[in-house]
């Protein structure tokens, strides 16, 4: 549900930009939730990549997170959303527009926002800044915390599932948008699949070349129905929204799919989760609670923030039981790239 979320769309001054906080008054957060003694100096704010809250996937990972800090430390908080095709003005706008709604912390989430990211927190040294998904010169600064995961190592993990339950040896993989950060996706999936048969075949198919390709669960659907067709018989998607489509057309095909991002075996509809052989989970709840605890313990993150295997930071969904008995098998490759013994490419 996206309760008091904010869509704010490009506009031609920031002056015309409005905001409302998301979340409880200063006093309420103070007296329910045991933050610390920074907690009421904190407003935490999120700037969605397109689809915002509710898409079942990257943004509501990024949700999750913002909906812990609320609760367990007790700070107040805003949301915007991305529009669709926009540029990095646009992006920017919406920062500058919650830091003039008093944000002290805010995230980009999607590499989308690095431009932007690192023009407002250049022109806003007093705010604190995150971007989730890029580690680039153009989001560094010394108010910038670059939050980045190891998709390679989890996909890895899903391609190494969707090989040892695939009949066919054939296995597709729909990626949003082909960018270095989704490549780290498509090779992790083939590099598990591999481990586990070499002779298994990726069919790879990108839906875009921008952030539409993230929206559009019709070109999901379109993309994987080819590929079932050809003979797969498990896609992996990493397309955000559009991994919807994905689902749906698993379930007229009667094979399977893998989600991303959220345990997609709990967040999709209903009707198509018994066909989520797993999900690479990718945590990023996890790296948007620790920006917000370090912010309310006065100790706030700059730099490239890495999560990985090791760290928890990605991993693999056994929501449905359809891994149970292959676990076993998964945690062994896990524990091996977790000991270096398997190094995983990410291009």
């Known amino acids: 549900m996206r309760h008091s ?26 007296a329910t939730s045991g933050g610390g003694d920074n907690a009421s100096d904190v407003k ?67 590499f989308i926002y ?5 023009n407002a927190a250049k022109a806003n040294p007093d705010v604190n800044f995150g971007v989730v998904d890029d580690a680039s010169p153009a989001s ?11 998709e390679e190592e989890g996909s890895f993990l ?35 699949a591999k481990e586990v048969n070499p002779d298994a075949t990726v069919e790879v198919k990108y839906l875009a070349d921008n952030g539409s390709g993230f929206a559009d669960p019709a070109k999901g659907k379109t993309a994987a129905e080819g590929m079932y067709d050809q003979g797969a018989d498990v896609v992996y998607h990493a397309a955000g929204g559009s991994g919807s489509g994905v689902f749906q057309a698993a379930k007229a095909a009667k094979k399977l799919a893998i989600g991303v991002d959220s345990d997609q075996a709990l967040t999709a509809e209903e009707d198509v989760r018994d066909v989520i052989l797993t999900s690479m989970v990718k945590n990023v709840d996890v790296a948007i609670f620790d920006m917000a605890k370090a912010s309310v313990d006065g100790e706030p993150l700059s730099g490239v923030q890495s999560f990985d295997l090791k760290s928890g930071g990605v991993d693999y969904a056994t929501t449905g039981g359809k891994v149970d008995d292959i676990k076993t098998k998964l945690d062994e490759y896990k524990q091996q790239i977790i000991d270096g013994k398997i190094t995983v490419p990410s291009s």
Do not use: H
């Not at 908080?77 to 709604?101: C, F, M, P, T």
């Not at 969707?162 to 083939?190: C, H, Q, R, Y």
């Open 44 to 110: 935490f704010c999120l700037a969605y990549d397109v689809g915002g809250r509710g898409d079942q996937s990257f943004n509501d990972s990024a949700a999750k997170g913002l909906d812990k800090a609320k609760s367990e430390l007790g700070i107040d908080s805003a949301e915007a959303e991305a529009s669709q095709e926009e540029n990095d003005a646009a992006r920017e706008d919406r920062l500058n527009a919650l830091v003039d709604g008093g944000c002290t912390d805010i995230v980009g989430v999607g």
């Open 114 to 118: 690095a431009t932007a990211v690192g």
């Open 158 to 192: 899903v391609g190494a599932a969707a090989a040892l339950k695939s009949k066919s040896g054939k296995l597709g993989f729909v990626g949003g948008m082909d960018t270095p950060l989704i490549n780290k996706f498509e090779k992790g999936f083939e590099a598990g």
């Open 5 to 30: 979320l904010i869509k704010v769309a490009a506009m031609s001054s920031v002056a015309a930009l409005s905001l409302a906080a998301c979340g409880g008054s200063d006093a309420d957060s103070d």
């Open 140 to 150: 560094e600064g010394d108010n910038i915390a670059q939050l980045v995961f190891a």
